[in-house]
């Protein structure tokens, strides 16, 4: 389908589509294989100016916004989507900063961002704060010039990769949701470390990581924002990058899609390729059909964000829940449809079934993201009913 | 330093099917790319200038669509790209393309060093290099796999020759042709891609070029296709079954023949 | 005043009509042809490279040489066939035999002499060897500079001997060196070159015909020069079949005198690198691993069949690109091509850019488990199976056949 990009964006899809295909597909079984961070390939996306897609060009970007970095995801999610999430996070990582982040904060961490010098990394999870972003216990004391954290972060993509970490912490134990506030803590930091890297079903190229704050001492300046917009910041942050996990969860369907398809054409039984019986006709119509759609969807929600309307949450909600359960059970469909080579490691679909399953959980679980759209919805209707 | 890269534009190899029925390659519907071999060619040079600074220019000799090869090399980096086109350049074997590359080059005046590909992956000569320098007496040195130094009157290079290497000093104004060791090529980068899109690539004929039409095209090739055809055809191989011993055994039987 | 040409100098090379400012030159059949726009300026004597043109005080010069004035055939003055006779280290590359026997043969028909052609320092023993190999004349180039091979000296001093003893037919070895040397004296010369021929013969002409592989070996074309002479080529190693040697034969050394030398190149330093078993290029047995087999440590197998054999190490792209083994081993188009007697590709799945390296080997091995792979369309012998089971049988098969 036509979505009118434009010149510049076209360019940016081939160019993300290019080195998925050339780089990243050749060693995206082996970086499965051995959970290794792809240093190499975030320094191709670097040089390729990938990471300035969404950096306004005042701070060495190229003016883009989510859309933009959405068309890079979905790339190279048709490759590898470890590779594509540990690019994604640092958007995450990021994102704090351009929305809340001062003339000085930005002009000093965003070019290194846009030329992908620098990882960024977004710190919010936590053991026991998870859906409920309420209940994070890692402080942030003022002492003196400074703030004192402490705590541990747990589940952090790029964590102990990534240079910039922007991390949410309680400063006021009192106000609850309201008394959280978000910094920028540099790796190197006193205090600052990682715990072990976790081992995971998919998305196993990206680093996963605990990160631990001990007595981390960081000037007063690298607050984002004011004491007590942690919360809101979180969820700022979120409107934004959400379509992007639509669209890692678009580009991972259409990789499995393409495979399932070439395969049931080359696949002979009973004397014919597999792809003339109806039974996989079907199938293969109902997954492109979804996939389709969760890109419409998403392409949408990506637009509207960056068009600077307000409310964008439920469209967000919607295109992150849509999209990643279309991936789930196209995966899912692919693997059935390779049949025994579906499910060995030989041929990537079961990489991209396992890869899938973290977008239906991360930022946000889809039982998340429904409660948003649900409670959106009321809203709405309370608001007309009056 | 003026350093030039040759480029070519080639149906990409890696496209190439074979035609089950006639055995023929099919040339239908392949894409035009960058020669392989002058990726590294292009990556070298962009590299010294990043080292030394100076100026790189890439040229190439072909139809206008072959335009697009050169907006690939200024989209990696190169500062600009100049097409040699005229429809007497047509079927040029390569003595006559390395004398209008050399006109080329002549017309430039101030080039320092001409780097190409090991060969072209349609033609597979590797004949244009070394016929460029000689028509420049320039010197030339093939199969570079490492340049160690430059300076203003000498490079000092890696060549990979039969039996391992050499390391030459060589005079400048030089050409080297550079094997695909030498480095990894890098992929365009979005800023690069843009500037492309909007860069001017100046068309030279043969009248801005000077050149003599004597030379240049099919009057100035000394070759000449008489005739092509197919290869004898493969007879179907012999299948050896059996568990992989008597694989084994099968095969060592055959071979003892040799 | 007049121009005028030495008619046996003459190469008939055209450079002379190229070089006129004047449109003045027209080349015949016999050597230049100078018309009435001619302004007697001497480009043309600056240009020429045998110094065949001169320029005579008025018609009738009685300086001028009698021979220029007997009527010739331009092409008829080149002949004989020639042969670079590249050594390193006082020993003929394999090629030079190969050469040998093409050139003897393509000789005899044209009923020719066989030259060579021999650079080096102190290597005079190699001219018997090439007479015994088939040579009639030896040209022989000795100078401590020419030791090893060089472009720049090389090219000059062969210019040099070419363009003065004019052979019809020049052959030089695909190697390394032929395919650096070849063009740059072809250039010089301004005449044809073919690249990497497979195969030649002879029009009713006596024209050179020279086939070679195009578009990956999926084509082959047959080139001439029918208007050019020397009509050079560069030839695959491996493909001729070397001329037999025959001792105690003789042949004439011819010792050249050499051109002033216009150095540009400085040897630092010369390195053999010793790849893991023998020379790929040479080697009569080549055992090449691809992708398929699935692991770098399978490699070793490879290496295990190709000891056990005899026979050199290949590798396909995707392993070399791996990191799995040196570039050095790598066969296909932007690896080496090799033409050994016997080829077992492992685990290899036969992309035509493999292929075009390889598939000029006398017997094909191809073992590999995806019976659709590509490779086997080319095997004389195909074995569908596991890598890492059939070598371990085929050199069990092997030991037990030496031992027996």
Redesign the interface.
């Known amino acids: 389908m036509d979505y009118f990009l434009t010149e510049e964006q076209q360019m940016i899809k081939e160019l993300a589509a290019r080195i998925a295909d050339e780089r990243i597909r050749p060693v995206a079984a082996e970086l499965d294989e051995r959970e290794e961070f792809p240093w190499e390939l975030m320094k191709v996306l670097g040089e390729s100016d990938l990471f300035a897609v969404w950096v306004p060009e005042e701070y060495g970007g190229l003016g883009g916004g989510v859309f933009e970095q959405a068309l890079v995801v979905e790339e190279l999610s048709r490759a590898c989507s470890g590779v594509a999430v540990s690019y994604a996070a640092s958007g995450l990582g990021s994102f704090p900063i351009l929305l809340f982040g001062s003339e000085e904060q930005k002009a000093r961490y965003m070019p290194d961002i846009a030329s992908g010098k620098r990882l960024a990394a977004f710190a919010l999870t936590e053991a026991n704060a998870g859906s409920d972003v309420s209940s994070i216990a890692t402080t942030a004391i003022e002492d003196g010039d400074e703030y004192v954290l402490n705590g541990t972060k747990q589940w952090i993509t790029n964590g102990g990769e990534a240079d910039i970490y922007t991390v949410i912490a309680v400063t006021d134990k009192s106000k609850g949701a309201r008394g959280a506030s978000a910094f920028i803590v540099e790796k190197g930091t006193p205090g600052l470390s990682f715990g072990k890297k976790e081992k995971k079903l998919g998305i196993r190229a990206s680093s996963t990581r605990e990160v631990i704050f001990e007595d981390c001492r960081i000037p007063k300046e690298n607050l984002l924002g004011r004491e007590g917009m942690g919360f809101i910041i979180a969820m700022k942050t979120f409107d934004k990058t959400r379509p992007g996990i639509g669209a890692q969860a678009v580009g991972i369907a259409q990789g499995a899609l393409d495979e399932a398809v070439q395969y049931a054409r080359q696949r002979v039984q009973f004397d014919q390729p597999i792809s003339s019986f109806q039974g996989i006709q079907f199938m293969l119509a109902d997954m492109a059909t979804q996939v389709e759609a969760a890109r419409a969807l998403v392409y949408s929600v990506a637009r509207l964000v960056d068009s600077g309307a307000r409310d964008v949450s439920r469209a967000a909600a919607m295109a992150k829940l849509f999209a990643s359960d279309v991936a789930m059970q196209v995966t899912v469909d692919a693997v059935q449809i390779l049949g025994g080579y579906g499910y060995m490691r030989e041929y990537p679909v079961e990489k991209m079934m396992r890869d899938a399953k973290i977008t239906q959980i991360y930022e946000g679980t889809n039982q998340i993201q429904r409660s948003i759209i649900a409670l959106d919805l009321i809203k709405e209707a309370a608001r007309k009913g009056k | 330093m003026h350093i030039v890269v040759c480029v070519k534009q080639v149906p990409d190899?890696?496209q190439?099917r074979?035609d089950r029925d006639t055995?023929?390659?099919i040339r239908e519907g392949v894409d035009k790319i960058t020669n392989?071999?002058d990726l590294y060619a292009l990556e070298e040079a962009i590299r010294l200038k990043e080292s030394f600074g100076g100026q790189v220019t890439a040229i190439s000799m072909g139809p206008p669509a072959a335009k697009e090869v050169l907006k690939d090399a200024i989209a990696m980096g190169v500062d600009s790209g100049i097409l040699l086109s005229d429809r007497q350049f047509a079927g040029a074997?390569?003595?006559a393309t390395?004398y209008t590359l050399a006109q080329a080059i002549r017309k430039l005046g101030d080039v320092a060093l001409i780097i190409c590909g090991k060969q072209a992956?349609?033609?597979?000569?590797?004949?244009?290099?070394?016929?460029l320098?000689?028509?420049l007496d320039f010197?030339?040195?093939?199969?570079v796999r490492k340049i160690r130094q430059l300076n203003s009157t000498?490079t000092?290079v890696e060549?990979?020759?039969?039996?391992?290497?050499?390391?030459?000093?060589?005079?400048l104004p030089?050409v080297i042709t550079v094997v695909?060791?030498i480095n990894e090529p890098?992929?365009?980068?979005?800023?690069g891609?843009?500037r492309a899109?909007k860069a001017e690539i100046p068309l030279w004929d043969s009248q801005v070029l000077d050149v003599?039409p004597?030379?240049v095209g099919l009057n100035g090739?000394?070759?000449?296709?008489?005739?092509?055809?197919?290869?004898a055809r493969?007879q179907k191989?012999?299948?050896?079954?059996g568990?992989?011993?008597e694989?084994?055994?099968l095969?060592?039987d055959?071979?003892r023949s040799? | 005043m007049d121009m005028r040409v030495r008619a046996d100098d003459c190469t008939i090379c055209g450079i002379c009509v190229a070089e006129c400012l004047f449109d003045a030159i027209k080349m015949g059949d016999e050597g230049p042809k100078f018309n009435e726009s001619c302004t007697f300026c001497g480009a043309c004597i600056e240009a020429c490279p045998t110094g065949a043109i001169y320029q005579a005080e008025e018609r009738g010069d009685a300086a001028e040489p009698a021979a220029s004035t007997a009527p010739h055939d331009g092409k008829a003055r080149h002949q004989g066939v020639w042969v670079f006779a590249e050594q390193h280290n006082g020993k003929l590359a394999g090629v030079v035999m190969e050469l040998l026997g093409e050139g003897r043969r393509l000789a005899d028909r044209l009923g020719q002499p066989l030259g060579c052609v021999l650079l080096g320092d102190g290597v005079e023993q190699l001219s018997h060897e090439l007479m015994e190999y088939g040579a009639d004349q030896v040209y022989l180039a000795m100078d401590p500079q020419l030791e090893s091979y060089r472009d720049d000296l090389y090219a000059q001093v062969i210019e040099h001997i070419v363009s003065k003893y004019r052979p019809t037919i020049f052959l030089l070895g695909g190697t390394a060196n032929g395919r650096s040397l070849a063009p740059r004296v072809a250039t010089r010369l301004r005449t044809g070159l073919t690249a990497d021929c497979t195969g030649f013969d002879l029009d009713e002409e006596g024209n050179l015909l020279q086939t070679r592989p195009a578009f990956g070996g999926n084509l082959m074309a047959t080139i001439r020069c029918p208007n050019h002479r020397p009509q050079m080529a560069t030839v695959r190693p491996k493909v001729f079949e070397a001329a037999a040697r025959q001792p105690d034969r003789r042949g004439e050394e011819i010792v050249v005198d050499l051109p002033s030398l216009n150095p540009w190149v400085r040897i630092i330093e010369i390195v053999e690198e010793s790849a893991i078993g023998p020379n790929l290029a040479e080697a009569d047995i080549v055992v090449a691993g691809g992708r398929g087999l699935g692991s770098p440590d399978k490699l070793r197998l490879v290496e295990d069949l190709a000891k056990a054999l005899g026979g050199a190490v290949g590798a396909s792209r995707a392993v070399v690109d791996a990191g799995w083994i040196g570039y050095p081993h790598q066969v296909g188009q932007t690896g080496r091509t090799v033409a050994p007697k016997l080829y077992i590709a492992c685990g290899i799945s036969g992309a035509i850019q493999h292929l075009v390296g390889m598939q000029s080997a006398d017997v094909i091995v191809a073992i590999n488990k995806d019976p659709d792979a590509p490779i086997f369309s080319v095997a004389t012998y195909c074995i569908i199976g596991e890598v890492e089971e059939v070598i371990p049988a085929l050199i069990q098969e092997i030991k037990n056949r030496n031992r027996a």
């Open positions: 190899p890696s190439a074979i055995g023929l390659v392989p071999f074997d390569t003595l390395s992956a349609d033609g597979d000569t590797a004949q244009v290099g070394p016929g320098a000689a028509n010197s030339h040195v093939t199969q000498e000092v060549r990979l020759t039969d039996t391992g290497y050499e390391v030459l000093g060589l005079r030089a695909k060791e890098r992929l365009p980068g979005l800023r891609m843009m899109k003599d004597k030379r090739s000394p070759t000449q296709v008489w005739r092509t055809f197919e290869p493969h191989g012999e299948m050896l079954v568990s992989p011993s694989q084994a055994a095969l060592l055959r071979l040799l």
